[in-house]
């Protein structure tokens, strides 16, 4: 119990009250964020889904402990550019999410609980409409499809775009090794359900010898 009061002894029931806030507060924030996540992620992981509720917790830690010590503030860096992260990142989103949650804990830390939340909430809505935003985009396709380079051949595609497509534009054209033009395009299915009879319709043509869909 002695050893427990000398823990303590600096800090006012306030104090310690107000840190255990702080802490909670960081807990909500970090799992309102993680559950963002799970909502806009392709691939979700728990991994990362945990590790965004920890870092909010542990950054409001970091944060409580600096206080307004510079010096503090330089140990705490020095000793954690020991660590190595061997964990690559490849997504740029995932990165967002992790500044999200650093930037919250951060907030929390300094005494800001009021900008952490107002922040969450705001971000979290900016996130939900983006994902919104590029979920209505599930027509539009990267078309690749190669044909001979004889006049006569060209644009046999025509009647199948108009038929299928909403909207279609150009954007690459090369010769292939094999002496065939390879065109790129851009386009809108008016039934995204019927991409494969899109696909199997081209592939019927006679002068197609490649066809290739991919989502944008």
């Not at 870092?55 to 503030?73: E, F, K, N, T, Y």
Request: hydrophobic share 55%; glycine share 6%; aromatic share 8%.
């Amino acid at each position: 119990m002695d050893i427990i009061r000398e823990i303590f002894a600096p800090y006012s029931p306030a104090t310690l009250g107000t840190i255990v806030l702080n802490l909670v507060l960081a807990f909500a924030l970090g799992l309102v964020i993680a559950t963002v996540y799970r909502w806009t992620a392709d691939m979700v992981e728990n991994a990362m889904t945990d590790a965004l509720i920890i870092l909010c917790m542990l950054i409001a830690v970091v944060m409580v402990v600096i206080g307004d010590s510079v010096a503090r503030a330089f140990s705490l860096v020095g000793a954690l550019s020991i660590i190595r992260f061997r964990t690559v990142v490849q997504d740029a989103r995932d990165i967002a999410f992790v500044f999200f949650s650093l930037a919250v804990g951060m907030a929390i830390g300094a005494g800001n609980p009021s900008v952490a939340v107002i922040g969450t909430f705001l971000i979290s809505l900016v996130i939900i409409g983006l994902h919104r935003w590029h979920t209505s985009n599930d027509a539009e396709f990267l078309l690749t499809l190669q044909e001979p380079l004889e006049a006569e051949y060209q644009q046999s595609y025509q009647p199948i775009f108009s038929e299928q497509l909403v909207a279609n534009q150009l954007i690459g054209q090369r010769t292939t090794k094999l002496g065939n033009a390879e065109l790129k395009f851009h386009v809108k299915l008016k039934d995204p359900e019927r991409w494969t009879g899109f696909v199997q319709a081209l592939s019927a043509l006679e002068n197609i010898t490649s066809v290739r869909l991919e989502k944008q």
